[in-house]
């Protein structure tokens, strides 16, 4: 984030960019810890990969140092980006441990939070489509920033599809409990996965 800013944007000081870390809100989306951000321009200064060009001083504010990418700076930049394009990174996914470790054994109980989760989903999707579509009326975002927003739209969209099938198979379980199907171990669990492939000792 750091590197390709300096690129696009030119020299910057650390406050700089974090405020734009802070107005796209990459530390919610994509793990950029703001906090962070001078500890690693520092870094990133003692390794090469950024040199200071200037220090600024306005009234009686800090002085803040002016940086810029180096060479080197560019290299590693090269090697983040394909790296964070090519290679497919999966997150931590605590909704996926509570369904699979700690589900309820009382389906209404996990209907009703699935119904909540379902809101907030909405509330997240229609939101992010909300505020690109604002930005790039306005101008504020060219049709590649615009992109990004759809792709969150769409994933988001999945995750609503894909709970809609899970409300299903939730619901047939239940519907063939009442119907005296045994409910053995192996059986389909509300993921949708089988009990009997653990591989963890």
């Not at 306005?58 to 002085?63: D, L």
């Not at 997150?91 to 209907?111: E, I, N």
């Not at 699935?114 to 229609?126: V, Y």
């Amino acid at each position: 984030m750091v590197l390709g800013t300096l690129q696009s944007s030119g020299p910057l000081h650390g406050h700089e960019i974090r405020r734009i870390a802070e107005v796209t809100s990459v530390s919610s989306w994509g793990g950029v810890s703001v906090g962070a951000l001078y500890r690693e321009l520092r870094t990133m200064d003692e390794t090469g990969q950024v040199e200071p060009v200037r220090t600024e001083q306005v009234g009686r504010r800090p002085a803040r140092t002016v940086y810029r990418i180096t060479a080197q700076g560019e290299m590693e930049l090269r090697g983040l980006r394909e790296e964070a394009v090519t290679e497919i990174h999966h997150g931590t996914d605590p909704f996926g441990v509570a369904l699979l470790f700690a589900r309820t054994d009382d389906p209404p109980t996990l209907l009703g939070l699935l119904k909540r989760r379902r809101e907030a989903i909405r509330g997240m999707r229609d939101g992010i489509a909300a505020e690109g579509e604002a930005l790039y009326e306005s101008g504020a975002i060219g049709p590649l920033d615009a992109a990004m927003f759809r792709r969150r739209v769409i994933q988001l969209d999945a995750e609503l599809a894909w709970q809609d099938d899970l409300d299903r198979v939730i619901e047939q379980a239940v519907a063939d409990a009442s119907g005296g199907r045994d409910g053995a171990p192996g059986a389909a669990d509300p993921a949708g996965e089988t009990c009997e492939a653990d591989e963890t000792t």
